[in-house]
């Protein structure tokens, strides 16, 4: 059974920085693109980054495009989102999640795509 646990998130001031962490246990970590996505308050869910299952391509939404840096570090099975400079408008619950596919040709951005999920943990940024 796939798990996935998230950490870090948190109160913070505008300007401020959070790095989030997802643990992920019963699967071949390295085989699959992670993905954040985050969904605030009336909102749908969506897109923040990905990361490719081998860690080479990184993918982001125009919103945190040059703040938040995606990264996995495949020993420890766990993926990661820094988050800088972050903005009230970043203020969301963030959930991390598995691509249905292992060793997927392509990493995809869409919530369909990916068919397990964390349980999220609350960022609140603060004006």
């Known amino acids: 059974q796939v798990q996935l646990v998230e950490s870090g998130g948190g109160l913070v001031q505008a300007g401020g920085s959070l790095r989030l962490s997802c643990a992920a246990s019963?699967?071949?970590?390295?085989?699959?693109?992670m993905a954040w996505f985050r969904q605030a308050p009336g909102k749908e869910r969506e897109f923040a980054a990905a990361i490719s299952w081998s860690g080479g391509r990184l993918y982001y939404a125009d919103s945190v495009k040059g703040r938040f840096t995606i990264s996995r570090d495949n020993a420890k099975n766990t993926v990661y989102l820094q988050m800088n400079t972050l903005k009230p408008e970043d203020t969301a619950v963030y959930y991390c999640?598995?691509?249905?596919?292992?060793?997927?040709?392509?990493?995809?951005?869409?919530?369909?795509?990916?068919?397990?999920w964390g349980q999220g943990t609350q960022v609140t940024v603060s004006s």
């Open positions: 999640a598995v691509d249905k596919f292992p060793l997927r040709a392509y990493t995809s951005t869409r919530v369909p795509d990916y068919n397990v």
């Open positions: 019963g699967l071949t970590f390295s085989n699959y693109a």
